[in-house]
């Protein structure tokens, strides 16, 4: 834990949201906490509704002067595109006698969430094909009563959505939780396994923005690479570092560098119940900032995944600070 979080702490990555811990987990973390070495902050979400929400009992909010939060907790729906493992509605293109699988009945997903949330938790739940983001849209729903929650639940990846189930993110106020990196690792597969009318509704962040949607964008590391820079320079470009495809993988869903940066900071913080403690520099707020080596709003898109980070700060003292050159 203390290699990781020196390793994020050299990548500007002041706050970071770990997915499906146990109790043991949030113990260390605890432990870290109380002796001040929790140098980045943690919101743990658990790992399932089964025993260790159960252990867990209520959230636990701001513990070790806002380092550790535990009020969420992350489900499943299905698995990944590239192995076709994402539930679909419709066959895959390149697969038609597939439509990947569901991990659970409808019925078990609205039960894990409907429990998640009458404890107090908010529920994160892995969302990749069409079919899995109908069935979690569905759940959210009906223990939602077909309103906002102020629990603000999430779809991690909203990856593949039917384009008519999109605008339901905005109705029920589900946070689409997106990776951007996950779009320039799968250009080179994504419209094979999904098609051309399919796609229209896959990483499509700005259909997500234009509706009044906030998007909290992460890295999904160990996935994916842990750096931010490279998600900044994902999301705006929708191109690979070496610049491919010449302009972009449907470059009309990529962000503007504001609309980035806000993703990566104060909407992943609202994500997290945190918008007035982290996520911008506000008389107020901690003190949490980081030194770049450039300007991300000058600097040429095609640069972006090139910025080094200088010096890392939380609550206003130093955690990193670069030493070569």
Request: hydrophobic share 40%.
């Amino acid at each position: 834990l203390r290699y990781a979080l020196e390793a994020m702490s050299s990548l500007g990555i002041t706050s970071v949201h770990d997915m499906g811990v146990t109790a043991r987990d949030i113990d260390i973390y605890k432990e870290f906490a109380d002796r001040g070495d929790l140098i980045v902050r943690i919101y743990a979400l658990l790992s399932g509704a089964g025993k260790e929400l159960d252990a867990q009992k209520e959230p636990l909010i701001d513990y070790g002067n806002g380092r550790l939060t535990v009020r969420a907790v992350k489900l499943y729906a299905d698995g990944a595109l590239g192995s076709r493992g994402a539930a679909m509605l419709a066959p895959y293109s390149d697969d038609p006698h597939n439509k990947g699988l569901l991990f659970v009945s409808d019925d078990v997903m609205e039960y894990m969430i409907r429990k998640t949330n009458e404890r107090g938790f908010q529920a994160a739940v892995h969302a990749i094909g069409d079919a899995a983001n109908k069935q979690v849209l569905d759940a959210f729903d009906a223990v939602q009563d077909g309103t906002p929650s102020a629990l603000r639940n999430r779809i991690e990846h909203a990856q593949v959505v039917q384009v008519e189930d999109i605008p339901r993110f905005a109705t029920l106020g589900v946070i689409p939780s997106v990776q951007p990196t996950h779009a320039t690792s799968d250009m080179n597969m994504a419209e094979d396994r999904v098609g051309a009318d399919r796609i229209r509704g896959a990483y499509a962040w700005q259909r997500f923005l234009m509706q009044g949607s906030p998007i909290a964008a992460g890295s999904d590391f160990p996935v994916e690479l842990a750096n931010p820079f490279l998600g900044l320079h994902a999301a705006v470009t929708r191109q690979s570092p070496a610049g491919e495809p010449p302009c972009g993988w449907y470059p009309t869903q990529g962000l503007k560098i504001d609309q980035a940066l806000r993703a990566f900071t104060l909407d992943a913080a609202y994500s997290a119940h945190q918008e007035n403690q982290i996520g911008s520099l506000e008389i107020g707020k901690a003190a949490d900032f980081i030194f770049v080596d450039q300007d991300i709003f000058e600097v040429d898109p095609a640069e972006l995944y090139k910025t080094r980070v200088l010096a890392t700060w939380v609550d206003g003292q130093p955690v990193y600070t670069r030493t070569d050159d």
